[in-house]
């Protein structure tokens, strides 16, 4: 039983690029999570979303990003002209109720 | 503001030592507890979790310590060996589904 998968797993924008970032949940899990960790820091919640519904994007900042959990196929965490401060690792997790949360391995996003 | 509070920063233990890591939380809406580890680049991975209907759980060398009116909650991690090493965040949720994290510990245990 595959856990959650996130890739690519190393992400190296220039400022001005885009950045997506894909997440396919746990097999059975339709919640899922995205939540972003600077260095040194603990993580911090973007967006909730369940099969194509955001259920809670209190955490996003309201310009450049985006998150969507089509029917089919993956999540995705899309970062619209990067800046140096989007630098960090965005980690993506599922779940089957709302807890427990897996987590994925995360995306660490390098904005030269 | 930090939703939840984690001390300390960094912790050293010698091996066979108990590890002691403390949270503290005010939204009394929490209801769910649950502790992570992680190792340096990786993802954060569930070791543990509590509810506040009960005071202490316990999974082998791992022990959540609840107390309910204090608002706090801690980890202890028994007989610490090296490959404990890692960081620890504690979490806590409240029915809207996301988790807010402490800023986590830094758990060095030497041989």
């Known amino acids: 039983n595959a856990g959650v998968m996130q890739n690519p797993r190393h992400l190296v924008r220039r400022r001005g690029q885009e950045a997506r970032l894909r997440c396919s949940p746990m097999?059975?899990?339709?919640?899922v999570y995205w939540y972003r960790q600077l260095p040194e820091e603990g993580l911090k919640f973007m967006v909730y979303l369940q099969k194509e519904n955001i259920i809670d994007e209190s955490g996003m900042p309201k310009e450049r990003f985006s998150a969507e959990f089509p029917k089919e196929g993956p999540s995705i965490l899309r970062i619209q002209q990067v800046v140096r401060g989007d630098s960090a690792a965005y980690f993506c997790a599922s779940s089957r109720t709302g807890h427990p949360q897996y987590f994925g391995p995360g995306t660490r996003l390098t904005v030269l | 503001q930090q939703q939840v509070k984690q001390s300390p920063q960094s912790l050293i233990v010698q091996k066979g030592g108990i590890s002691i890591i403390n949270c503290a939380y005010e939204n009394t809406a929490f209801d769910y507890f649950p502790w992570y580890q992680q190792f340096p680049g990786k993802g954060p991975a569930l070791l543990i979790a509590i509810r506040p209907d009960v005071s202490e759980k316990k999974e082998g060398r791992f022990t959540i310590s609840f107390n309910k009116s204090a608002k706090q909650f801690s980890l202890h991690i028994m007989d610490s060996q090296p490959g404990d090493s890692a960081t620890y965040f504690c979490a806590a949720e409240g029915g809207a589904n996301n988790l807010f994290f402490g800023t986590g510990t830094r758990l060095t245990v030497i041989p």
């Open positions: 097999k059975g899990h339709s919640h």
